[in-house]
């Protein structure tokens, strides 16, 4: 028998965020994933981002569906609240639980079979309905569990390790979770750490469903020539759309300067910036414009990465529903269960 929990033993100089804890408190068992997964490189990822973001441990729902990726949860967050669901059922569990407490922070954990096949029409629902969630999308184009096979986001004429050629067309779920309604929709790979993180904060701070395809090489089945998955192939035909970085609330710092100038700001830490306007290449508010700039890159073989489009304005599932503010799981039986009189006037309504 194997005893996975990590030591308890910390260092007394470890750093410590804003809410005290250091970033050990944030990590969960070892991991039992092949070497080299790029799954662990995205554990490590929300490790770092919630540490960043003084996020206590306890104020987070962590849920997953079935599959390599949905094991992950394990392996972070080893305080917060959990739930491993049935394969591709984890958007709707997710669901309910948003609806009855709202006050937690949630993430959604998948992979590209529990989401883009068994799972496709709840990863639907979940982008529509607004849901208030992170959900990151661990993709490497095939069942790692079952040994290898294609799933539905392998490119088509890609290959497996054994030679074969995939001849199905991919669901791209970038593409899908934007005409769906998403309002934070991103793609990472896994071993852009850089990038990564500050989507994984960008999304954590976001309100409403925010999605995160992060492409994970898989080390043991799809890390190959002819692969479109590998780490070889993203690493170059990445198209990085910007560079990221989340900033926590603070003063504002407002500047106003011309077209073609140069300004010199200082920042909070003391530091300067030398601001020179320019015309903004990309623009990721554009709903439309992200589309068609997805679907001319990858006429060109490129993979889009970086923070695609966001709606700051976005309003979350409660707010659709105009849920009251108390988390339901906390109302009591004179609220739940109102009596017959409420329950004929609104029989009454409805006819």
Do not use: W
Not at 6 to 18: G, H, S, T, Y
Not at 85 to 111: C, E, F, K, Q, W
Not at 251 to 258: M, R, V, W
Request: proline letters at 4%.
């Amino acid at each position: 028998m194997t005893y996975l929990a990590k030591p308890k033993l910390l260092r007394a100089d470890a750093p410590r965020n804003a809410v005290g804890y250091t970033r050990r408190d944030y990590e969960g068992a070892i991991s039992t994933l092949c070497a080299g997964c790029g799954h662990d490189s995205i554990s490590a990822a929300v490790v770092q981002a919630c540490f960043d973001l003084d996020i206590e441990p306890h104020k987070v729902a962590k849920l997953s569906g079935i599959g390599c990726s949905s094991k992950t949860p394990d392996y972070f967050l080893g305080a917060s609240h959990g739930f491993n669901t049935t394969h591709g059922r984890m958007p709707s569990v997710l669901t309910g639980a948003a609806l009855a407490n709202r006050d937690l922070i949630y993430l959604g954990v998948s992979g590209d079979g529990d989401s883009a096949s068994i799972g496709i029409a709840q990863f639907a629902h979940a982008m529509r309905r607004g849901v208030n969630m992170a959900y990151i999308c661990e993709n490497n184009g095939v069942y790692g569990l079952t040994k290898g096979q294609f799933s539905a986001t392998a490119d088509k004429g890609s290959k497996n390790k054994r030679g074969v050629v995939n001849s199905d067309t991919p669901i791209d779920l970038v593409a899908l979770s934007l005409q769906l309604g998403a309002t934070f929709v991103a793609r990472s790979f896994s071993g852009d750490k850089e990038q990564l993180v500050p989507l994984i904060k960008g999304a954590l701070r976001h309100r409403g469903p925010a999605f995160i395809d992060v492409i994970s090489p898989c080390v043991t089945f799809n890390n190959h020539a002819g692969s479109t998955k590998s780490y070889d192939y993203v690493r170059e035909h990445n198209e990085a759309v910007n560079r990221l970085d989340v900033i926590l609330p603070r003063d504002k710092i407002e500047t106003s300067y011309n077209p073609g100038s140069l300004r010199r700001v200082v920042q909070h830490d003391g530091s300067v910036l030398l601001l020179r306007k320019v015309a903004v290449d990309y623009d990721p508010a554009d709903r439309v414009a992200a589309m068609n700039y997805l679907q001319e890159r990858q006429t060109l073989g490129e993979i889009v990465t970086g923070l695609i489009y966001v709606d700051s304005s976005a309003e979350d599932m409660h707010r659709h529903l105009n849920t009251v503010e108390k988390p339901l799981n906390q109302l009591g039986d004179a609220y739940l269960c109102p009596g017959s009189k409420a329950l004929d006037a609104l029989n009454a309504s409805l006819r």
